[in-house]
């Protein structure tokens, strides 16, 4: 079976974008989201949001199967 990044519908707090990740990974989302999180505020919030917000809106929406 193929891997393919995309947003995650079940594990969201907002786009999927971190749950996405985590999946593609295998990593936990609330280690994806925290270090997500953590690199935001360490680089003063705002390239972090503008990314995140990119990534909600390029990438595809996890497919039901």
């Given at each position: ?11 969201r ?19 994806v ?17 503008v990314?995140?917000?990119l990534?909600w809106f390029?990438?595809?929406e996890?497919?039901d199967?």
């Amino acid at each position: 079976m193929e891997r393919k990044l995309c947003r995650s519908r079940n594990d969201r707090l907002l786009g999927g974008v971190c749950g996405g990740f985590a999946a593609y990974y295998g990593w936990q989302s609330w280690l994806v989201r925290f270090l997500y999180a953590l690199v935001t505020l360490v680089s003063a919030a705002f390239p972090g949001i503008v990314i995140y917000l990119l990534l909600w809106f390029l990438m595809p929406e996890q497919k039901d199967n």
